[in-house]
């Protein structure tokens, strides 16, 4: 891929689709997902292990904006997953309430923010 991802200086594969979710909810789709979810989510995603060398990021379905680095406040839920993880579950792959079940994603804050957090907030994969 020869696009730049605005995080660019992170090691995580999440960042690739984060960076797209930027774009994404720029369009009007971000609108919907403003009315939709309107939630805080902060995501805690390491390389391998969870909890270690953790890469933070912010989805802020409010002000449709995705930031590098912890949240300024109290956001709605905050997850914690290693990359592939975090891929499978914006892709599709991983159901997150299955991802909570057998412990690859921790969750802290509200249970039903938590809840809207689908694989239907992140961009759908091109179609090859």
Do not use: C, W
């Not at 995705?66 to 406040?73: F, N, S």
């Amino acid at each position: 891929m020869a696009e730049e991802s605005p995080f660019s200086d992170s090691k995580l594969n999440a960042a690739v689709i984060l960076g797209l979710m930027r774009q994404h909810l720029a369009s009007d789709s971000g609108q919907e997902l403003q009315k939709k979810v309107g939630l805080v989510y902060q995501m805690n995603i390491a390389p391998e292990k969870l909890g270690k060398d953790e890469e933070i990021f912010v989805v802020d379905l409010k002000k449709l904006t995705v930031t590098k680095g912890p949240y300024e406040g109290k956001p709605d839920a905050t997850f914690s997953f290693v990359d592939s993880d975090f891929i499978a579950i914006s892709t599709g792959k991983l159901n997150p309430q299955m991802a909570f079940i057998r412990g690859k994603m921790k969750v802290k804050g509200s249970m039903s923010a938590a809840q809207k957090f689908t694989p239907d907030i992140f961009p759908k994969p091109a179609k090859l």
